[in-house]
């Protein structure tokens, strides 16, 4: 599997930087925007069916597997990466064999959430809370939904093979494809079949199967022609085997920790009242905008980066670091931007409480302040990915962590919520400490002696 001449790394990279890295981030912002239309439309569905709890019930169950899957979000970032650095270096063989373990990779752990669905969603559930009824029907949703889960897994392979190969617009196309499925199927289950909450879970299920079928017929579309067929012994090589899991064990550990970080932030403000948890909670809406803003920029390093690292050049190194960097600052500042000037008008269209609103316009300029202190761990996640440097990533992120902790318990008392926005800020403020520490070391790691 290859990409197309007139896009090899090769070719474009020395020139053109700025024009490079829109044309990858530039899809897979749209990519993203559509996914809150996609929410929307099952929240939609779900608030006109006959009582509250379905609306409740698929909000539990979204979060279910928002976190389910977001933990297995490494069969992404890792196979991006590996896949990245095989292209640079014009390896197809390299990059077929690759694709094709974390498909494997992706089937083993979804037949295993499928065997283990019972306990996963009662346990799940469970620490969620929530009344008998939306239990009840947040059962339903996640039990009809889950049996997509290889899937919803591979899906992620299939992306990751996508963004390696620089074929960003084919990841906008599978993306925009699973979500229309999926509107589609939620209206025609829903309303058609009337199989109501349980029509919902399935019809995302069924999406990601549509998905996965695209994604199938895109890899053999663009597979390299005149390869030998693909040993046993190639796919099953245990030095490969060994550097897929140890990456994606990293990565999801990393991603435990910002899981962590998040939880305990919920905690601390809970501690402070309803309203203030409340407030905590939409704020941090701001902080998921940004990183649909961000995502792009994040994407095109990893397979910018990667791709240098495969060709062991540096100079393609630096540029892709410092022209993804520029562009995910702008970014930044402009989010920034905005919420100082609209972030009344953003809050107002988010809740109809008072005393919400009171509380979030209060602590609004801490949102405000984010996207600047966040921008460069948003970054540099995606040159440690593309770079494969996992572990690095995965020790910046636990000394992130431990900053952010000790910060929290010593502020949130003296200064309130104010003190754990601070906590927060710095957290953000680690994670890009951290890593650009690392920087110049990952550089030579990466590249060597290659040429400057």
Known sequence: MTDSPDSSPADALPVHWHRRVLTLAFPIVLANLTQPILGAVDTAVAGHLDGPQYLGGVALGGLVFSFVFWGFGFLRMGTTGLVAQAFGARDAAAVRASVMRALMLALAIGVAVLALQVPIIRYALRMLGGSGAVQETASAYCHARIWAAPFALGNYAVLGYLLGCQRVRLALVTQVFINAVNIVAVLLFVYRFGWGITGIGAATAFADFGGFALGAAILWRLRERGLPPLALATLFDLRAIHRLVAINRDIFVRTLC???????????????????????????????????????????????????????????????????????????????????????????????????????????????????????????????????????????????????????????????????????????????????????????????????
């Not at 022209?323 to 905005?338: K, P, R, Y």
Request: glycine share 10%; hydrophobic share 55%; with cysteine.
């Open 258 to 452: 910002l899981l962590g970080s998040y939880g305990w932030f919920a905690h601390m403000g809970a501690r402070q009242g309803d309203a203030v948890l409340a407030a905590n909670a939409l704020l941090l809406n701001f902080q998921t905008f940004l990183a649909f803003g961000l995502d792009g920029f994040a994407h095109a390093a990893e397979a910018l980066v990667g791709a240098a690292t495969g060709a062991r050049d540096r100079h393609a190194f630096r540029q892709a670091v410092r022209v993804t960097m520029l562009w995910s600052a702008i970014g930044a500042a402009g989010f920034s931007i905005v919420y100082w000037i609209s972030g009344e008008w953003i809050i107002e269209r988010l809740t109809d409480q008072a005393v919400v609103r009171e509380a979030a316009m209060r602590y609004l300029p801490w949102a405000a302040i984010l996207p600047l202190a966040s921008v460069a761990g948003f970054q540099l996640d995606g040159v440690f990915i593309g770079a494969t440097r996992t572990r690095e990533l995965m020790k910046a992120m636990a000394v992130s962590l431990a900053v952010y902790l000790l910060a929290a318990w010593t502020l949130a008392g003296p200064l309130g919520n104010h003190g754990l926005w601070l906590a927060l800020t710095a957290f953000m403020v680690a994670r890009g400490v951290t890593l650009w520490m690392q920087l110049p070391s990952i550089e030579r790691a990466s590249c060597g002696g290659g040429r400057a």
